[in-house]
T-cell receptor, first 111, second 114 residues
C-alpha cells in the first residue's frame, strides 16, 4: 500500500511569489492534516480535513494560506504571496482514526 | 494549553550503548502519546503509541516507551543502539483517538558513533 506522498520535495521561490504544495493521502483515509516545521521549532498543526470539509483550521497562520481538498482525495496548500517567514518543511498526514501517517514533507525556501 | 517538551536537542551515543530520549507533556487529562522517527529524506515513521492499559509499550525496531502519569512523561528507550538508529525523534500528543491534531516536541537529533 502506498504511503502519503507529497510534491514537490523541495521548492525555492522568491518573496511575493505563489507556491502550491500537494499531498496525496493513503487511499481511503478520510482525515488529512497539514503541519509545518519552521527551522529549529516544533512541528505545528495547520489544519485538518475530514473528506472535503475543513474540520479545524485553527493553525493556519494568516489568509495568505489556502488549503483545499477537492473531492475528498488529494489536498493542496497554496501560499500567496509567500513571505520569508513561510520557509520551513510542510508535512501532510492522513488517518482513518487514531494514528496519523506522515508524508516526507515539502521543504519550502522563500528568498 | 497543551505542550510537549523534549529537553534534549541533540544526543550522541556509541553504537551498542543504551538510549533514553525524554519527553514531557502538559495536558489536563491523559493524552494519547506517540513517538515518531524521521530519517534523512524520509517521512515521520511511527515507532509506538500509548492510549491506555499497560504503561510500558513496545514498538518497532526494538524501541519501548514508558508512560508515567505522575511525571507527565513518556520517555523512549532502547537497550542497544544501532548505527541505523541515527535520526530525529519526535514525541507527540494527540488529544483524542478520533484523529484530532497532534502537538509535537521540538525533536531530538540522535547521532550514533562507532
Amino acid at each position: 500500500e502506498a504511503g502519503v506522498t507529497q510534491f514537490p520535495s523541495h521548492s525555492v521561490i522568491e518573496k511575493g511569489q505563489t507556491v502550491t504544495l500537494r499531498c496525496d493521502p493513503i487511499s481511503g483515509h478520510d482525515n488529512l492534516y497539514w503541519y509545518r516545521r519552521v527551522m529549529g521549532k516544533e512541528i505545528k498543526f495547520l489544519l485538518h480535513f475530514v473528506k472535503e470539509s475543513k474540520q479545524d483550521e485553527s493553525g493556519m497562520p494568516n489568509n495568505r494560506f489556502l488549503a483545499e481538498r477537492t473531492g475528498g482525495t488529494y489536498s493542496t496548500l497554496k501560499v500567496q504571496p509567500a513571505e520569508l517567514e513561510d520557509s520551513g518543511v510542510y508535512f501532510c498526514a492522513s488517518s482513518l482514526g487514531d494514528t496519523q501517517y506522515f508524508g516526507p514533507g515539502t521543504r519550502l525556501t522563500v528568498l | 494549553a497543551q505542550s510537549v517538551t523534549q529537553p534534549d536537542i541533540h544526543i550522541t551515543v556509541s553504537e551498542g550503548a543504551s538510549l533514553e530520549l525524554r519527553c514531557n507533556y502538559s495536558y489536563g487529562a491523559t493524552p494519547y502519546l506517540f513517538w515518531y522517527v524521521q530519517s534523512p529524506g524520509q517521512g515521520l515513521q511511527l515507532l509506538l503509541k500509548y492510549f491506555s492499559g499497560d504503561t510500558l509499550v513496545q514498538g518497532i525496531k526494538g524501541f519501548e516507551a514508558e508512560f508515567k502519569r505522575s511525571q507527565s512523561s513518556f520517555n523512549l528507550r532502547k537497550p542497544s543502539v544501532h548505527w541505523s538508529d541515527a535520526a530525529e525523534y519526535f514525541c507527540a500528543v494527540g488529544i483524542t483517538n478520533t484523529g484530532n491534531q497532534f502537538y509535537f516536541g521540538t525533536g531530538t537529533s540522535l547521532t550514533v558513533i562507532p
